[in-house]
């Protein structure tokens, strides 16, 4: 399959497979994604080591990156890989398999897997081959052996467009200053250049432009404050303004509010706070008459339909 072939050979990519800019002007660089990959008989782990042979570590490492990269030098320039075998391949550069598993031990920063790959094979992305009958495109699967690796990959490549938004906010940012710009100003005028200059994709552009949902969530989630000195939001500035000078009761009510407020009857009495927050939720006072019908008084019970709505005690409201 071609589209699992990796090619870092013409103008196009020199600019994506190199390390960094600067390797641009070195006449040997460095595959940015490691192609070639190490070729073996055998799968294995591969862990970090020391030098080999006992050298001194800056010298073994260098001896190291050298073997390794005229390898890969060879891998890249032979046409005929597939008449080479890895014995071959090893036997050409006077290496052991026993060192060359030393030498990438010693530039190994981290434990990875090496595949059982022939020569030929040195160029082929990951992929499962039950996958990729369906999938029929571009596919690089890795192991991953720490969840810090996984959280930094997927935040890198979330935010790997927002570099160049980065930079121009940066630069906005010490201009603003420059002028004297007070915070709270400097802070706006900041969010309007984030608004206005994010770069958009063109299928975030599309769902957009058609209303089409950007997320969705099959659960929800509801936060439980179980701590006695959690912070609360108070009520909006226009109620507090209306209350007497006397009143105190200034914070919006929770979750154990209403718990604690439930009605007293057979069906809460023994209903923990867990199961309260997950199988009651608030009626807003818009869809009260829709979904519970006319209350006479705090005890009555009203049912519409297959759904129940209790009103609370201490003229909290109503859950349903």
């Not at 600019?15 to 192609?35: A, E, F, H, M, W």
């Not at 390898?71 to 320039?77: A, E, P, S």
């Not at 398999?97 to 030929?120: F, G, M, N, T, W």
């Not at 400097?186 to 250049?193: H, M, P, R």
């Amino acid at each position: 399959m071609p589209y699992l072939e990796h090619l870092h050979t013409g103008k196009l990519v020199w600019v994506i497979c190199l390390l960094d800019s600067k390797n641009q002007t070195k006449g040997d660089p460095d595959c940015r994604y490691g192609y070639p990959l190490p070729i073996s008989d055998e799968s294995f782990i591969l862990h970090p080591g020391s030098a080999p042979n006992g050298q001194n570590e800056r010298h073994g490492r260098n001896e190291a990156k050298q073997k390794i990269k005229e390898i890969q030098n060879f891998l890249t320039d032979t046409d005929d890989l597939e008449n080479w075998s890895v014995d071959e391949v090893l036997s050409h550069h006077n290496i052991t398999k026993d060192l060359y598993r030393e030498y990438l031990s010693a530039i190994c920063k981290r434990d990875q897997v090496i595949l059982k790959r022939q020569p030929h094979e040195a160029f082929i992305n990951f992929y499962n081959e039950k996958l990729i009958r369906f999938w029929n495109g571009n596919m690089d699967i890795q192991y991953i052996f720490n969840p810090y690796a996984v959280v930094k990959y997927v935040m890198s490549y979330i935010s790997k467009a927002e570099k160049e938004l980065g930079n121009l906010i940066r630069k906005a940012q010490e201009e603003y200053r420059e002028g004297n710009v007070d915070a709270t100003q400097e802070l706006k005028l900041l969010g309007d250049v984030y608004v206005t200059h994010r770069a958009v994709s063109q299928m975030e552009t599309i769902y957009r432009l058609t209303m089409l949902p950007l997320k969705e969530f099959s659960r929800e989630t509801l936060f439980v404050p179980v701590d006695e000195s959690s912070y609360r939001f108070t009520r909006p500035l226009k109620e507090i303004e209306q209350m007497k000078e006397d009143s105190d009761n200034i914070w919006s009510t929770n979750v154990i509010d209403k718990y604690l407020a439930r009605p007293k009857n057979e069906e809460f009495e023994g209903l923990c706070l867990a199961d309260f927050a997950t199988n009651y939720s608030a009626v807003r006072k818009s869809k009260s008459p829709d979904v519970c019908g006319a209350l006479d008084n705090e005890d009555d019970e009203v049912k519409s339909g297959t759904a129940n709505c209790h009103v609370l005690l201490n003229n909290l409201g109503k859950n349903g």
